[in-house]
């Protein structure tokens, strides 16, 4: 009998952190340590952060991934993560909590990685682009008029819950299935 391999999916967590305001460039300078602690941790995959949008997003946001969901949970529970915590906590002027994906495929409406491998992360970058593109352009013509007299915050939260409902129910399920030859051609 040969013996099967099972492959465990990337396990991403998302944090967002509010900065105290003046403390954004030491702030800069912390997250560039944490990421370059953080590689060094097993099964560390990648990580991203997105600095603050001048009037629609006021976090900083951090996409990291890990081989497996284990990996990730040693890093969240290292000690080296804690003393990097505890070091940014005077610049922080709040946190989300953490929100782990274990992958992809709820949100892409992809077929279980059992039955077929993950598409490469370009032409899963693409799908997202040809789904986010229309959604935004839409959300700027008609959305932000309505809601143009709302503060920051309040209009940034209507802006994201209406988006990732749209692209998680409506969006990336035909999305996908449209694209599907391309993100699936069949091999052989």
């Given at each position: 009998m040969i013996p099967v391999e099972t492959k465990v999916p990337a396990t991403t967590v998302v944090i967002s952190r509010r900065v105290r305001p003046s403390r954004e460039a030491e702030f800069r300078t912390w997250a560039q340590g944490i990421h370059d602690v953080m590689a060094t941790h097993a099964g560390f995959r990648s990580g991203q952060v997105v600095p603050p949008v001048e009037g629609t997003q006021p976090d900083w946001v951090f996409v990291n991934t890990f081989d497996s969901p284990g990996n990730l949970r040693l890093w969240l529970e290292s000690a080296d993560r804690r003393a990097w915590m505890a070091r940014a906590e005077p610049m922080l002027a709040s946190q989300s909590p953490a929100q782990v994906t274990g992958s992809l495929e709820q949100l892409f409406g992809l077929p279980p990685a059992s039955e077929a491998p993950l598409p490469p992360a370009w032409k899963m970058a693409m799908a997202v682009i040809t789904g986010l593109f229309p959604i935004t352009v839409l959300n700027y013509?008609?959305?932000?008029?309505?809601?143009?007299?709302?503060?920051?915050?309040?209009?940034?939260?209507?802006?994201?819950?209406?988006?990732?409902?749209?692209?998680?129910?409506?969006?990336?399920?035909?999305?996908?299935?449209?694209?599907?030859?391309?993100?699936?051609?069949?091999?052989?």
């Open positions: 013509n008609f959305l932000t008029p309505v809601i143009k007299s709302l503060p920051l915050v309040p209009r940034a939260f209507v802006s994201t819950v209406i988006v990732a409902n749209l692209m998680t129910w409506v969006v990336m399920p035909g999305v996908t299935r449209l694209l599907k030859p391309w993100l699936y051609p069949k091999q052989g």
